[in-house]
């Protein structure tokens, strides 16, 4: 329980309090004590143990208040504030939470439009029915309504690669407003989370309200939601939200730990916080109500008895007994690897010349690049076989050209048809360097015909690596159901590698089959399945995927050195 979430609560207490007509004496007072527990660093639990009266003397709380805190603490509810709701429409809030919307519109909107959530506003505004309605001028009617088709578009969830591309180009704008002293992407970004809801930024400032009016009117702020004493909710012009929150500087790190999440991972170090006579919230760990850890994250993790999590671990998903016991993984990191394991170019579908995607390559410092074009896009009727050999020649003369940096591998990626036989001249697959299998159609199958499917084509002597193994596309197809643990023992038994893809609509495989491929201790190959020299940088993605799957750099191929990649590659021949 956080003094923030007490303020919400007072807040709504307040809104309730008015949309009934009650006093507005009492709904002020419930702003203001909100306001007061907001700026509050100390919890407020630690201030309550010490009795009623040391909560009385903090100012802006009287006695009504400092009652209903205690029994929130106790109960975890505001009873006042269950009360009112019971006599109110469900959905009244939310309504209410509408910048511009105060009590006296929201009860209106209701009594003679029916208004009861943001659904019934939006159609009330998008159907005229709202016109008529007095204190709704046209201009604040097309503001509103401007915002909950924000509001509406943000629901949707975004995935990693663009809002990350997103919050780091806000990041840079946001470290140079005025007031900012430092500044970091938090939430589910910062945990490469394959999907995001919204960028959380937390800024470190001594002057947290002139500093959020600052970072509101930067030009990528396309309309701005809600904004309070420490925090501020916006979006960009795609519809994407965007949550500020200001902290002191001296509190920068506990606010990384609140704001990096997960929920579920910090209400897990809040217990052990309990559980060792501590309080953790969003300012620091706190011994009753002194502060004993807030600067760094590092500091925050000790005062609990353990090292610093990497953030793309913080899920409550066993992390914590990891650490608790020291086998926390030394994680893959960008600097490991080497080189991409898939790009096309222009010789299939790809949108680059080899040269280019080799440039691009080069400028990222890798080693190798893995050239892996559609066999099966290669040359035109029946012609594949002489594409691929002056495909060949031309990677060969590059590769002279460029000293071998980076080294561009003669690769293929070849389609697995539906009877997991694979669509490419068996010639033209024993001839490319490395071959990368994946499924392209025929989606969807039984669980136990995909699984046949995929482990016939891993059967197969010329494949080395199985590509995007779900073939989840966001906002276009479900992940394909298969029995990947035995799939992925296969593919160990084998001394074969399975793709982690970072293609930012893929993500393949997800969060927890990602993970099962890294315990099945298969080879783990990382690909940005580039169709073009700008989707390179892609791998961060590849990256942060294989670090939420625990990876560690010995079984990810493209930490190989090119010698050691071309040796991994021999031994896989040999073995046929
Ligand atoms: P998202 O935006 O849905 O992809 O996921 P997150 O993890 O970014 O979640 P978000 O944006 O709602 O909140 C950012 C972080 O703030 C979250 O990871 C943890 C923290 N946080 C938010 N609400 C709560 C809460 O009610 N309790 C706790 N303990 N932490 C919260
Ligand atoms: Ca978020
Ligand atoms: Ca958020
Ligand atoms: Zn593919």
């Known amino acids: 329980m956080s003094n923030e979430a007490i303020a919400q609560q007072l807040r709504e207490l307040a809104d309730l309090t008015d949309y009934v007509g009650d006093s507005p004496f009492k709904a002020r007072a419930y702003r203001q004590a909100a306001h007061t527990l907001e700026t509050l660093t100390t919890p407020i639990e630690a201030i309550a143990e010490q009795g009623v009266d040391a909560l009385q003397a903090i100012p802006g709380i009287g006695e009504a208040i400092a009652e209903k805190i205690v029994a929130y603490l106790q109960t975890g509810v505001l009873p006042k504030r269950e009360q009112l709701l019971s006599q109110v429409p469900h959905g009244v809030l939310e309504v209410m939470a509408v910048p511009g919307i105060g009590a006296k519109t929201a ?20 159907s005229g029915a709202a016109d008529q309605l007095p204190g709704l001028s046209p201009h604040k009617r097309e503001r509103l309504l401007r915002l909950l088709e924000l509001q509406h578009k943000s629901q949707r969830r975004t995935p990693l690669g663009f809002a990350l591309q997103r919050g780091q180009d806000l990041l840079r704008a946001v470290q140079q407003v005025q007031g900012v002293q430092q500044a970091q992407l938090c939430g589910s970004a910062r945990r490469m989370q394959e999907d995001i809801g919204d960028l959380d930024f937390l800024v470190a400032t001594e002057l947290p309200e002139p500093t959020l009016e600052a970072l509101l009117k930067l030009p990528e ?26 902290t002191p500087p001296n509190h920068w790190g506990a606010g990384l730990v609140y704001l990096t999440g997960s929920k579920a991972h910090t209400i897990r170090l809040r217990q052990r916080a309990q559980q060792r006579g501590l309080k953790l919230n969003e300012y620091g760990v706190w011994r009753g109500d002194v502060c004993i850890a807030s600067e760094s994250e590092e500091a925050v993790y000790a005062a609990l008895g353990l090292p610093c999590i990497p953030p793309p671990l913080r899920e409550d998903a066993g992390e914590l007994e990891a650490a608790e016991q020291g086998r926390l993984p030394q994680l893959l990191q960008p600097q490991h690897v080497r080189g991409d394991l898939q790009s096309h170019s222009n010789w299939s579908d790809g949108f680059n010349t080899l040269e280019e995607m080799a440039q691009t390559a080069a400028a990222l410092g890798y080693d190798y690049l893995a050239i892996t074009d559609h066999a099966h896009l290669l040359g035109e009727g029946g012609e594949w076989m002489t594409a691929f050999e002056q495909r060949r020649r031309e990677i060969d003369a590059l590769n002279e050209q460029y000293g071998g940096r980076p080294y561009l591998l003669d690769a293929l990626e070849v389609n697995i048809r539906a009877d997991g036989s694979l669509d490419a001249p068996e010639a033209m697959l024993h001839r490319a360097q490395l071959v990368l299998a994946g499924v392209h159609d025929a989606h969807g199958m039984p669980r136990e015909q995909m699984t046949q499917r995929l482990l016939r084509a891993l059967e197969h002597p010329a494949v080395d690596i199985l590509a995007h193994p779900t073939c989840r596309r966001y906002g276009k197809r479900l992940a394909n159901d298969a029995d990947w643990e035995r799939i992925f023992e296969r593919a160990r038994a084998l001394g074969k590698a399975v793709e982690i893809n970072g293609y930012p609509t893929r993500m393949d495989p997800p969060t927890p089959l990602a993970r099962a491929l890294v315990e099945s201790g298969a080879w783990v190959s990382l690909g940005t399945d580039s169709h073009a020299a700008r989707d390179l940088p892609a791998m961060t993605l590849a990256v942060g995927l294989a670090q939420r799957a625990w990876a560690t750099p010995e079984r990810v191929l493209n930490t190989l050195a090119r010698d050691a990649l071309l040796q991994w590659l021999a031994d896989r021949r040999q073995q046929v």
Not at 107 to 126: F, I, P, Q, T, Y
Not at 225 to 236: E, K, P, S
């Open 221 to 246: 702020i396309h309309a701005v939601y809600a904004q309070g004493a420490h925090r501020a909710q916006a979006f960009l012009s795609d519809g994407l939200q965007v949550d500020f929150r200001a």
């Open 107 to 126: 009860k209106l909107l209701h009594d003679r439009l029916g208004v009861r959530d943001l659904e019934s506003l939006r159609h009330a505004l998008l």
